[in-house]
Protein backbone atom coordinates (compact mmCIF):
# COMPACT_ATOMS: atom_id res chain seq x y z
CA UNK A 1 0.00 0.00 0.00
CA UNK A 2 1.29 3.48 -0.68
CA UNK A 3 1.69 6.04 2.03
CA UNK A 4 0.42 9.91 1.37
CA UNK A 5 0.50 12.60 2.97
CA UNK A 6 -1.81 15.37 2.62
CA UNK A 7 -1.04 18.85 3.04
CA UNK A 8 -3.99 21.69 3.30
CA UNK A 9 -2.36 25.25 1.83
CA UNK A 10 -4.08 28.30 2.48
CA UNK A 11 -4.19 30.16 -0.47
CA UNK A 12 -3.65 34.11 -0.47
CA UNK A 13 -6.70 36.46 0.55
CA UNK A 14 -8.66 36.92 -3.00
CA UNK A 15 -6.21 34.52 -5.17
CA UNK A 16 -7.69 32.73 -7.99
CA UNK A 17 -7.86 29.67 -6.41
CA UNK A 18 -9.86 30.44 -4.10
CA UNK A 19 -11.93 32.84 -6.16
CA UNK A 20 -12.40 29.63 -9.05
CA UNK A 21 -13.42 27.47 -5.74
CA UNK A 22 -16.02 30.28 -4.96
CA UNK A 23 -14.49 30.00 -1.68
CA UNK A 24 -16.18 27.07 -0.83
CA UNK A 25 -12.69 26.17 0.07
CA UNK A 26 -10.15 27.78 1.50
CA UNK A 27 -7.65 24.85 1.67
CA UNK A 28 -5.79 23.73 -1.36
CA UNK A 29 -4.25 20.05 -1.36
CA UNK A 30 -1.16 18.41 -2.21
CA UNK A 31 -0.29 14.76 -1.57
CA UNK A 32 3.20 13.41 -1.07
CA UNK A 33 4.17 10.09 -2.04
CA UNK A 34 6.18 8.68 1.16
CA UNK A 35 7.87 6.53 -0.66
CA UNK A 36 9.56 8.83 -3.55
CA UNK A 37 8.92 11.97 -2.21
CA UNK A 38 6.52 12.85 -5.80
CA UNK A 39 3.80 15.50 -5.01
CA UNK A 40 0.75 15.77 -6.57
CA UNK A 41 -1.78 19.12 -6.34
CA UNK A 42 -5.15 18.40 -6.41
CA UNK A 43 -8.19 20.31 -7.59
CA UNK A 44 -11.05 21.47 -6.37
CA UNK A 45 -12.63 18.20 -8.02
CA UNK A 46 -10.48 16.17 -6.03
CA UNK A 47 -11.00 18.48 -3.11
CA UNK A 48 -14.66 17.61 -3.10
CA UNK A 49 -13.94 13.96 -3.18
CA UNK A 50 -10.99 14.49 -0.48
CA UNK A 51 -13.17 16.60 1.73
CA UNK A 52 -16.92 15.49 1.13
CA UNK A 53 -18.79 18.90 2.13
CA UNK A 54 -21.54 16.98 3.81
CA UNK A 55 -24.00 14.69 2.63
CA UNK A 56 -25.49 11.22 3.85
CA UNK A 57 -23.68 7.95 4.64
CA UNK A 58 -25.37 6.59 1.78
CA UNK A 59 -22.99 8.30 -0.56
CA UNK A 60 -19.73 6.89 1.25
CA UNK A 61 -19.72 4.34 -1.32
CA UNK A 62 -19.36 7.37 -3.84
CA UNK A 63 -17.25 9.35 -2.72
CA UNK A 64 -14.77 6.39 -1.68
CA UNK A 65 -14.67 5.70 -5.44
CA UNK A 66 -14.61 9.12 -6.83
CA UNK A 67 -11.54 9.49 -3.96
CA UNK A 68 -9.63 6.29 -5.44
CA UNK A 69 -10.33 6.95 -8.66
CA UNK A 70 -8.56 10.92 -8.64
CA UNK A 71 -5.89 10.35 -6.14
CA UNK A 72 -5.02 7.00 -5.93
CA UNK A 73 -5.78 6.61 -2.77
CA UNK A 74 -8.13 4.43 -0.55
CA UNK A 75 -10.41 5.64 2.03
CA UNK A 76 -7.86 4.50 4.96
CA UNK A 77 -5.39 6.62 3.38
CA UNK A 78 -7.25 9.80 3.26
CA UNK A 79 -7.96 9.42 6.62
CA UNK A 80 -4.17 8.58 7.43
CA UNK A 81 -3.44 11.93 5.67
CA UNK A 82 -6.36 13.79 7.89
CA UNK A 83 -3.80 12.22 10.69
CA UNK A 84 -0.99 13.58 9.32
CA UNK A 85 -2.72 17.29 8.76
CA UNK A 86 -3.25 16.78 12.54
CA UNK A 87 0.71 17.72 12.74
CA UNK A 88 -0.02 21.36 11.99
CA UNK A 89 -1.11 23.71 14.73
CA UNK A 90 -4.25 22.43 16.58
CA UNK A 91 -6.78 24.99 15.68
CA UNK A 92 -6.03 24.23 11.98
CA UNK A 93 -5.73 20.09 12.85
CA UNK A 94 -9.48 20.29 14.01
CA UNK A 95 -10.92 22.42 10.79
CA UNK A 96 -9.04 19.95 8.80
CA UNK A 97 -10.43 17.02 11.16
CA UNK A 98 -13.75 17.97 10.50
CA UNK A 99 -14.21 18.48 7.25
CA UNK A 100 -14.39 14.84 6.19
CA UNK A 101 -16.55 14.08 8.71
CA UNK A 102 -19.18 16.16 7.77
CA UNK A 103 -22.19 14.27 7.36
CA UNK A 104 -20.05 10.84 9.01
CA UNK A 105 -20.24 9.86 12.29
CA UNK A 106 -17.12 9.28 15.10
CA UNK A 107 -17.76 5.91 14.26
CA UNK A 108 -17.14 5.96 11.03
CA UNK A 109 -13.72 7.81 11.08
CA UNK A 110 -12.66 6.02 13.60
CA UNK A 111 -13.13 2.48 11.79
CA UNK A 112 -11.49 4.00 9.29
CA UNK A 113 -8.50 4.87 11.07
CA UNK A 114 -8.42 1.05 12.27
CA UNK A 115 -7.90 -0.24 8.85
CA UNK A 116 -4.54 1.52 8.63
CA UNK A 117 -2.06 0.29 11.10
CA UNK A 118 0.53 2.77 9.40
CA UNK A 119 -0.86 5.90 11.22
CA UNK A 120 1.58 6.45 14.29
CA UNK A 121 0.29 6.68 17.71
CA UNK A 122 0.97 10.14 17.88
CA UNK A 123 -1.02 11.17 15.10
CA UNK A 124 -4.35 8.33 15.95
CA UNK A 125 -4.28 10.36 19.42
CA UNK A 126 -4.42 14.09 17.91
CA UNK A 127 -7.14 12.81 15.54
CA UNK A 128 -9.01 10.86 18.11
CA UNK A 129 -8.86 13.73 20.32
CA UNK A 130 -10.06 15.91 17.63
CA UNK A 131 -13.07 13.86 17.24
CA UNK A 132 -13.98 13.27 20.75
CA UNK A 133 -12.78 16.41 22.54
CA UNK A 134 -16.93 17.34 22.28
CA UNK A 135 -18.66 14.77 22.75
CA UNK A 136 -17.27 12.89 25.99
CA UNK A 137 -17.39 14.62 29.01
CA UNK A 138 -14.21 15.99 31.22
CA UNK A 139 -12.79 13.86 33.75
CA UNK A 140 -13.95 15.87 36.37
CA UNK A 141 -17.44 16.06 35.21
CA UNK A 142 -17.53 12.81 34.59
CA UNK A 143 -15.83 11.89 38.60
CA UNK A 144 -18.73 14.50 39.64
CA UNK A 145 -21.17 12.49 38.09
CA UNK A 146 -19.80 9.14 39.81
CA UNK A 147 -19.70 10.55 43.37
CA UNK A 148 -22.77 12.05 43.25
CA UNK A 149 -24.21 8.17 42.12
CA UNK A 150 -22.38 6.71 44.77
CA UNK A 151 -23.50 9.02 47.41
CA UNK A 152 -27.19 8.48 46.64
CA UNK A 153 -26.24 4.85 46.68
CA UNK A 154 -24.73 5.18 50.41
CA UNK A 155 -27.84 6.98 51.34
CA UNK B 1 8.47 1.61 43.96
CA UNK B 2 8.86 1.44 40.27
CA UNK B 3 5.83 0.61 37.87
CA UNK B 4 6.37 -0.20 34.21
CA UNK B 5 2.60 -0.94 33.85
CA UNK B 6 0.03 1.59 33.67
CA UNK B 7 -3.60 0.64 34.38
CA UNK B 8 -6.14 3.42 33.49
CA UNK B 9 -9.26 4.62 35.62
CA UNK B 10 -12.14 5.57 33.83
CA UNK B 11 -11.62 9.17 33.96
CA UNK B 12 -7.84 8.66 32.45
CA UNK B 13 -9.99 7.25 29.39
CA UNK B 14 -12.08 10.43 29.34
CA UNK B 15 -9.67 12.72 29.72
CA UNK B 16 -7.29 10.74 26.70
CA UNK B 17 -10.25 11.02 24.76
CA UNK B 18 -10.46 14.57 24.88
CA UNK B 19 -7.08 15.52 24.78
CA UNK B 20 -7.64 17.72 28.31
CA UNK B 21 -4.90 18.67 30.56
CA UNK B 22 -2.73 16.12 31.88
CA UNK B 23 -3.80 13.57 28.54
CA UNK B 24 -0.28 13.95 27.72
CA UNK B 25 0.95 11.97 30.66
CA UNK B 26 -1.16 9.36 29.63
CA UNK B 27 0.03 9.59 26.11
CA UNK B 28 3.71 9.33 27.06
CA UNK B 29 3.10 6.31 29.07
CA UNK B 30 0.83 4.53 26.21
CA UNK B 31 4.27 5.10 24.28
CA UNK B 32 6.14 3.87 26.90
CA UNK B 33 5.49 0.80 29.11
CA UNK B 34 2.21 0.58 28.21
CA UNK B 35 -1.47 0.78 29.55
CA UNK B 36 -4.33 -1.60 30.33
CA UNK B 37 -7.50 -0.87 31.62
CA UNK B 38 -9.63 -3.18 33.44
CA UNK B 39 -12.92 -4.17 31.69
CA UNK B 40 -15.35 -2.90 34.79
CA UNK B 41 -13.53 0.85 33.93
CA UNK B 42 -14.52 0.26 30.00
CA UNK B 43 -17.74 -0.82 31.36
CA UNK B 44 -17.79 2.90 33.21
CA UNK B 45 -17.19 4.34 29.86
CA UNK B 46 -19.71 2.62 27.84
CA UNK B 47 -22.70 3.04 30.15
CA UNK B 48 -21.75 6.73 30.18
CA UNK B 49 -22.43 6.83 26.50
CA UNK B 50 -25.13 4.95 26.52
CA UNK B 51 -27.00 7.29 28.80
CA UNK B 52 -26.06 10.42 27.46
CA UNK B 53 -25.36 9.53 23.70
CA UNK B 54 -26.02 6.42 21.50
CA UNK B 55 -24.85 3.03 21.19
CA UNK B 56 -22.72 3.90 17.67
CA UNK B 57 -20.54 6.32 19.70
CA UNK B 58 -20.67 4.27 22.58
CA UNK B 59 -18.69 1.61 20.04
CA UNK B 60 -16.51 4.23 18.75
CA UNK B 61 -15.83 5.28 22.10
CA UNK B 62 -14.63 1.64 22.59
CA UNK B 63 -12.94 1.22 19.18
CA UNK B 64 -11.03 4.18 20.05
CA UNK B 65 -9.48 3.02 22.89
CA UNK B 66 -8.57 0.28 21.44
CA UNK B 67 -7.10 1.75 18.71
CA UNK B 68 -4.78 3.77 21.24
CA UNK B 69 -3.44 0.37 22.23
CA UNK B 70 -5.26 0.74 25.68
CA UNK B 71 -4.87 -3.53 26.63
CA UNK B 72 -8.74 -4.64 28.34
CA UNK B 73 -7.63 -7.09 31.33
CA UNK B 74 -10.45 -9.12 31.65
CA UNK B 75 -9.24 -10.86 34.90
CA UNK B 76 -12.67 -11.45 37.35
CA UNK B 77 -12.51 -14.15 40.09
CA UNK B 78 -13.65 -14.53 43.51
CA UNK B 79 -9.94 -13.72 44.51
CA UNK B 80 -10.20 -11.01 43.21
CA UNK B 81 -13.56 -9.36 44.60
CA UNK B 82 -12.13 -10.43 47.69
CA UNK B 83 -9.87 -7.95 47.49
CA UNK B 84 -11.77 -5.19 45.93
CA UNK B 85 -14.63 -5.53 48.24
CA UNK B 86 -11.19 -5.20 51.17
CA UNK B 87 -10.24 -1.62 49.46
CA UNK B 88 -13.87 -0.91 49.77
CA UNK B 89 -14.65 -1.67 53.07
CA UNK B 90 -11.53 0.23 53.98
CA UNK B 91 -11.47 3.08 51.75
CA UNK B 92 -14.55 5.53 50.21
CA UNK B 93 -14.27 4.40 46.39
CA UNK B 94 -16.64 3.10 43.43
CA UNK B 95 -17.20 -0.43 43.08
CA UNK B 96 -15.23 -0.23 39.62
CA UNK B 97 -12.05 1.61 41.43
CA UNK B 98 -12.13 -1.17 43.92
CA UNK B 99 -11.99 -3.96 41.04
CA UNK B 100 -9.68 -1.66 39.13
CA UNK B 101 -7.04 -1.33 41.96
CA UNK B 102 -7.15 -4.60 43.33
CA UNK B 103 -6.42 -5.89 39.26
CA UNK B 104 -3.68 -3.33 39.94
CA UNK B 105 -2.30 -4.63 43.48
CA UNK B 106 -2.28 -8.24 41.77
CA UNK B 107 -0.50 -7.06 38.32
CA UNK B 108 2.25 -5.22 40.03
CA UNK B 109 1.23 -1.77 38.15
CA UNK B 110 -0.10 1.53 38.89
CA UNK B 111 -3.54 2.84 39.07
CA UNK B 112 -3.69 6.38 36.69
CA UNK B 113 -6.69 8.57 37.12
CA UNK B 114 -6.97 12.25 38.88
CA UNK B 115 -9.96 10.69 41.27
CA UNK B 116 -9.16 13.09 44.69
CA UNK B 117 -10.82 10.54 46.75
CA UNK B 118 -7.83 7.98 46.45
CA UNK B 119 -5.63 10.52 48.05
CA UNK B 120 -5.92 8.48 51.45
CA UNK B 121 -5.19 5.26 49.74
CA UNK B 122 -2.30 6.33 47.18
CA UNK B 123 -0.64 8.24 51.00
CA UNK B 124 -1.28 4.51 52.97
CA UNK B 125 1.22 3.13 49.76
CA UNK B 126 -1.21 -0.29 49.69
CA UNK B 127 -1.42 0.29 45.82
CA UNK B 128 0.74 2.60 43.65
CA UNK B 129 -1.68 5.27 42.56
CA UNK B 130 -0.84 7.74 40.02
CA UNK B 131 -2.44 11.16 39.52
CA UNK B 132 -2.35 12.30 35.58
CA UNK B 133 -2.83 15.63 37.07
CA UNK B 134 -3.15 17.36 40.38
CA UNK B 135 -6.55 16.62 41.63
CA UNK B 136 -7.49 19.67 43.63
CA UNK B 137 -10.41 20.93 41.78
CA UNK B 138 -12.44 17.06 42.27
CA UNK B 139 -11.39 17.28 45.74
CA UNK B 140 -13.10 20.44 46.56
CA UNK B 141 -16.69 19.46 44.70
CA UNK B 142 -16.74 16.35 46.82
CA UNK B 143 -16.24 18.75 50.20
CA UNK B 144 -19.20 20.15 47.97
CA UNK B 145 -21.20 17.03 47.62
CA UNK B 146 -20.96 15.90 51.20
CA UNK B 147 -21.70 19.12 52.41
CA UNK B 148 -24.87 19.29 50.81
CA UNK B 149 -25.91 15.07 51.70
CA UNK B 150 -24.98 16.54 55.46
CA UNK B 151 -27.36 19.49 55.31
CA UNK B 152 -29.81 17.04 53.29
CA UNK B 153 -29.72 14.29 56.42
CA UNK B 154 -29.99 17.36 59.12
CA UNK B 155 -32.95 18.44 57.03
CA UNK B 156 -34.62 14.69 56.94
CA UNK B 157 -34.04 14.37 60.45
CA UNK B 158 -36.01 18.07 61.54
CA UNK B 159 -38.50 17.13 59.37
CA UNK B 160 -39.06 13.32 60.74
CA UNK B 161 -38.79 14.85 64.25
CA UNK B 162 -41.55 17.42 63.22
CA UNK B 163 -43.93 14.62 61.43
CA UNK B 164 -43.74 12.21 64.60
CA UNK B 165 -44.63 15.09 67.06
CA UNK B 166 -47.50 16.01 64.30
CA UNK B 167 -48.65 12.21 64.25
CA UNK B 168 -48.32 12.20 68.01
CA UNK B 169 -50.81 12.46 70.77
CA UNK B 170 -52.54 15.43 71.09
Known amino acids: MQRWTLTFHRPRQGSKAMTRMGQRSPLRVSATNAKDGSEVYTNAHHERALLPSGGAMRHLSEKRDLAARTSGQSLSELASGVCETTMIPPHQAQQVVERPIQGLTAAVVVRTLAGNPLIPLDARIKTITALFHDIVPSSDDFLDQKRCELAFENE | ?170
Open chain 2, 1 to 170: MVVDHYSLDACALFALLRGEAGHEVIASALQGSGCSTHVINLFEVYVWFLKNSDEAQADAALQAIDLLNVAVETDLDVDLIKDAARLRSGFQMSVPDAIGLAYCARRGCAFLTSDGELAALKDSGAIPIHFFRPPNRRVRRADQIRQALQSARERTARLEFELRSAEGPE
